[in-house]
Every structure is written in C-alpha cells, then in structure tokens.
C-alpha cells in the first residue's frame, strides 16, 4: 500500500508558477509510474503528466506542453509538477497517482491503483 499526499497548491496570478510535490510513504515508490491528473467541477479527471520509474521521456497531454515540467526523487520518494506560465484554465483541484499502467493505459485514471488527497490550483486573470 502506498499512501500519497500533496502539497504545494494555491492561487496565483495569470502567468505565474506553482510547484506541486506529491510526497510518497516508504516502500515501492521507485517502481511505480507517477503522474498527475486535474479534475474540475462536474468533469472527470484529466491527464496532465506521466513520468516512469526512470524518468526517461515524461509525457504530457497537450493542453500543458512547454509549460509543466513532470519529474521524480526516488531517493525522497517525491514526484513534483512545476507548472509555468499558467492560465485560468489551469484551475483545478490537481492529484497525484501511482501505479503500474499498460502503456496504452498511461493516461487513464482507471489504470493507477493509487491516489493523493488533491490540490486546489487556482489561476486568476
């Protein structure tokens, strides 16, 4: 069992930064893929950003490419989003999941065992 927990969120202006960390307990974290979700409400969760155990080649869903920077400490058990640039469309509770996707499945909620309690992310214009 792994138990996940964010930090990080919090409002900012257009164009500003946040760095989110997700903070793993002890155990098999560094043979997990991470990755990031955002959900608002009445939709269900998005795919922002994946990253494997060995941190070769994140991927990103479109909306956040060239903004969002996924990336991993196996030795602290911490996976972090810095997010840049940011738009209020940005705004949503952000969360963090862990698990063992097929590679077809790396986008999908449904396919990580995992979950953090969420972050409130919230960009103003």
């Known amino acids: 069992q792994v138990q996940l927990v964010e930090s990080g969120g919090g409002q900012v202006q257009d164009g500003g930064s946040l760095r989110l960390s997700c903070a793993a307990s002890a155990g098999t974290f560094g043979s997990y893929v991470m990755a990031w979700f955002r959900q608002v409400p009445g939709k269900g969760r998005a795919f922002v950003a994946g990253i494997t155990w060995s941190g070769f080649r994140p991927t990103y869903a479109d909306p956040v490419k060239g903004r969002f920077t996924i990336s991993r400490d196996n030795a602290k058990n911490v996976v972090y989003l810095q997010m840049n640039s940011l738009k209020p469309e940005d705004t949503a509770v952000y969360s963090c999941?862990?698990?063992?996707?097929?590679?077809?499945?790396?986008?999908?909620?449904?396919?990580?065992?995992?979950w953090g309690q969420g972050t409130q992310v919230t960009v103003s214009s």
């Open positions: 999941a862990g698990g063992l996707p097929t590679a077809v499945r790396f986008a999908s909620a449904d396919a990580y065992d995992y």
